[in-house]
Nanobody
Framework: VQLVESGGDVVPAGGALIISCAASENIDSFTAMGWYRQAPGRQRELVGEWPRSGSSTKSDAVKDRFVMSKDFSKNTLKLHMMSLRSEDTAVYYC????????????????WGQGTQVTVSS
């Protein structure tokens, strides 16, 4: 599985940006997809996760400003970010979880290389 993020940019505070995660296979094969972010000097934190069955969940820091969408025709997960703040500046990483082939019950997590989002004040 390969995940490739794109769309990172420098955006003024209060602005909006859409970043994308293109997967090398059908995104419906994943048990979940989502986004993490890591700001300089800070630990990686969950932005949001979208299970194959069910609704997405997002962190309190972004839940009223960020929205995830899926494009099954392009095997892409997008993160729509609005009302951006300086504290949203980070490298954003896409992840996907996939169950191993039976009889294994384990799940692997795959990561993209990250895309830089910088919010200028």
């Amino acid at each position: 599985v390969q995940l490739v993020e794109s769309g990172g940019d420098v955006v003024p505070a209060g602005g909006a940006l859409i970043i994308s995660c293109a997967a090398s296979e059908n995104i419906d094969s994943f048990t979940a997809m989502g986004w993490y972010r890591q700001a300089p000097g800070r630990q990686r934190e969950l932005v949001g996760e979208w299970p194959r069955s069910g609704s997405s969940t997002k962190s309190d820091a972004v839940k009223d400003r960020f929205v995830m969408s899926k494009d099954f025709s392009k095997n892409t997960l997008k993160l729509h970010m609005m009302s951006l703040r300086s504290e949203d500046t980070a490298v954003y990483y896409c992840f996907a979880k996939k169950r191993q082939r039976p009889p294994a019950l384990l799940e692997d997590t795959y990561w993209g290389q990250g895309t830089q989002v910088t919010v200028s004040s």
